[in-house]
T-cell receptor, first 112, second 117 residues
Framework: KQEVTQIPAALSVPEGENLVLNCSFT??????LQWFRQDPGKGLTSLLL?????REQTSGRLNASLDKSSGRSTLYIAASQPGDSATYLC???????????FGGGTRVLVKP | DAMVIQNPRYQVTQFGKPVTLSCSQT?????MYWYQQKSSQAPKLLFH???????NEADTPDNFQSRRPNTSFCFLDIRSPGLGDAAMYLC????????????????FGPGTRLTVL
């Protein structure tokens, strides 16, 4: 069974601190790994997509890495801001059709 | 401009009364998905359309059906909603290429929150 795990489930940091969010998956035969942001009661916003042939992707203050051999992906958010408070979900892309298996998410609170 | 649109945003229905949720997209993506997300849980894939091909997940109840009349629209029909079907329903789209095997980002709509009374 393909599983995706995110630990911790919740994280609180002071403004300005760097955020490190972890994602682990059991099946290394992935097509891609996506990171999403979800605000309360809202849909998902795609942050970064890493194809299986890539090691990392960057967008602004966000950097995501992928290590297939260890089954891990990490999302780094530099210099966190209160507006970064949200739930962050990682999802493993599987067979053709890009079926995603989601982790449980990490709920982030950035305190001013 | 909204790229994946879901209507309505909030839907209240009675136990056992059929309900239809709609999703439309302006991205011309060939793949459309329906996810169910219950409170504080991860989204769970119900089914997806790859072009016109319907792909049901093995554990999706028969109570849930879907229609895709054209590239832009996809509907989720819940034939007899139960209390346990109250959730956020998320529609997503992506562009997937059969030849290359590479898959693109999934774009999600804002969701429809379903309440069952």
């Amino acid at each position: 069974k393909q599983e995706v795990t995110q630990i911790p489930a919740a994280l609180s940091v002071p403004e300005g601190e760097n955020l490190v969010l972890n994602c682990s998956f059991t099946d290394s035969a992935i097509y891609n790994l996506q990171w999403f942001r979800q605000d309360p009661g809202k849909g998902l916003t795609s942050l970064l997509l890493i194809q299986s042939s890539q090691r990392e992707q960057t967008s602004g203050r966000l950097n995501a890495s992928l290590d297939k051999s260890s089954g891990r992906s990490t999302l780094y958010i530099a210099a966190s801001q209160p507006g970064d408070s949200a739930t962050y979900l990682c999802a493993r892309g599987g067979a053709a059709g890009n079926k995603l298996t989601f982790g449980g998410g990490t709920r982030v609170l950035v305190k001013p | 401009d909204a790229m994946v649109i879901q209507n309505p945003r909030y839907q209240v229905t009675q136990f056992g009364k059929p309900v239809t949720l709609s999703c439309s997209q302006t991205l011309n993506h060939n793949v459309m998905y329906w996810y169910q997300q219950k409170s504080s849980q991860a989204p769970k894939l119900l089914f997806h359309y790859y072009d016109k091909d319907f792909n049901n997940e093995a554990d999706t109840p028969d109570n849930f059906q879907s229609r895709r009349p054209n590239t832009s629209f996809c509907f989720l029909d819940i034939r007899s909603p139960g209390l346990g079907d109250a959730a956020m329903y998320l529609c997503a789209t992506s562009r997937a290429l059969r030849t290359s095997g590479l898959t693109d980002t999934q774009y999600f709509g804002p969701g429809t929150r379903l309440t069952v009374l």
